[in-house]
């Protein structure tokens, strides 16, 4: 099992920068990738990046990339997600997933998320 300690969330204006942490432990060995997910109220929680720890490539939704970067700090077992020139609309709990592979089961785990709230 792998667990997940997500941590950096808080207020930040409008334009501002963040960096969020999320921190695996337990069995982190088979851990093939790690990412983010966000959900803002009343809305389906949606896919934001991702890295692969068997590779190192990365992916982001779209719409994100240029403003976020997903890294890791394998000594770690961290992974980060760095949001600059916020905006109101990246107001959610931003939720931290990892892929860990058992033989040929891939499982999941997920953190308990951390809020991140973009204001004027």
């Known amino acids: 099992q792998v667990q997940l300690v997500e941590s950096g969330g808080g207020l930040v204006q409008i334009g501002g920068s963040l960096r969020i942490s999320c921190a695996a432990s337990?069995?982190?060995?088979?851990?093939?990738?790690m990412g983010w997910f966000r959900q803002a109220p009343g809305k389906e929680r949606e896919f934001v990046a991702s890295i692969s720890w068997i590779d190192d490539s990365i992916n982001y939704a779209g719409s994100l990339k240029g403003r976020f970067t997903i890294s890791r700090d394998n000594a770690k077992n961290t992974v980060y997600l760095q949001m600059n020139s916020l905006k109101p609309e990246d107001t959610a709990v931003y939720y931290c997933?990892?892929?860990?592979?058992?033989?040929?089961?891939?499982?999941?785990?997920w953190g308990q998320g951390t809020q991140v709230t973009v204001s004027s």
């Open positions: 997933n990892a892929n860990w592979r058992r033989g040929p089961t891939v499982f999941q785990s």
């Open positions: 337990g069995r982190t060995f088979g851990t093939e990738t």
